[in-house]
């Protein structure tokens, strides 16, 4: 899993909850959404435990929505629903099983210049688009000028600049003078001189976090590796490889999982795509 989000989603009548799931995939893949759905039911359970399971008749667990991003240059309709992994499925059987879609973006589809939705949609996809094709931080401004554009009260604007720039970090590795610069060069004075600080307070203490959790992803991933050797002897280059790269923890959760249910390494290799 490469990204998780709860949030929550409000209409005329309602507030309801909600948990994002999105994985990013660079080829087709009929079986992503097992684990997306392996995702939720992790987090489900955890979310169960830490519930006061005295009142679990009142439990009432988040909507899942369900998110693949696709960059690849394969053609893949994203039509990506559970019961299209039972061919030829009775009609007698299929209310037995399960139905989910997943939202499906395919972000070859979407130009620059030509990008969906409002501002602050506008920024997200931007943001996903430049860090696939490597001009995140050259193109800073432009995605941060969506923010400017979006009409946000001073809190959401900074919220969102803040968590654009993070994502600019992990994958960019921008700088925070690059950073500054581009807050500075689209927000006009005394306010993205505040916004840049506050930005950097935060990439700071997202730092120190992320320092308490290094420890735990490597020791996941020794665990992971245990596993497959003693159930398959060898484990090839590639997979210990792809495991090293990895640093979602509750990803690798679900990774452990797969490890100890695949019956081939092949079947846990595909499960890494």
Not at 77 to 93: A, H, S, V
Not at 188 to 195: A, D, F, L, P, R
Not at 215 to 221: A, P
């Amino acid at each position: 899993m490469d990204a998780s989000l709860a949030t929550r989603l409000l209409d005329a009548n309602s507030m309801s909850e909600v948990t994002l799931f999105l994985e990013h995939k660079s080829k087709p893949s009929r079986t992503v959404i097992i684990q997306l759905l392996t995702e939720f039911a992790l987090s489900l359970s955890y979310r169960w435990l830490l519930s006061n399971r005295s009142e679990s008749e009142n439990f009432t667990p988040p909507i899942p929505l369900m998110i693949v991003v696709y960059n690849g240059n394969e053609d893949w309709d994203g039509e990506i629903r559970f019961q299209d992994l039972y061919p030829g499925l009775p009609e007698r059987l299929r209310e037995f099983v399960p139905q989910f879609r997943v939202i499906f973006i395919n972000l070859r589809r979407y130009k620059y210049g030509n990008l969906p939705g409002r501002p602050e949609t506008q920024a997200f996809v931007e943001s996903l688009l430049r860090a696939t094709d490597g001009t995140f931080i050259d193109h800073l401004p432009s995605v941060l000028q969506h923010v400017a554009d979006a009409g946000l009260n001073e809190h959401l604007r900074l919220d969102m600049t803040r968590t654009i720039s993070s994502y600019c970090t992990w994958s960019a590795h921008a700088t925070s003078e690059q950073i500054d610069r581009a807050i500075t060069t689209v927000f006009k004075g005394q306010e993205g001189i505040n916004m840049a600080e506050a930005v950097q307070k935060s990439i700071i203490q997202e730092g120190i976090e992320i320092g308490k959790v290094e420890g735990k992803i490597e020791e996941k991933i020794k665990d992971i590796l245990k596993l497959l050797h003693f159930r398959f002897n060898q484990v090839p280059g590639e997979i210990v490889d792809e495991l090293n790269s990895r640093t979602d923890l509750v990803a690798l959760d679900s990774l452990f999982a797969l490890a100890y249910q695949c019956d081939t390494l092949d079947e846990f290799a595909e499960g890494l795509k």
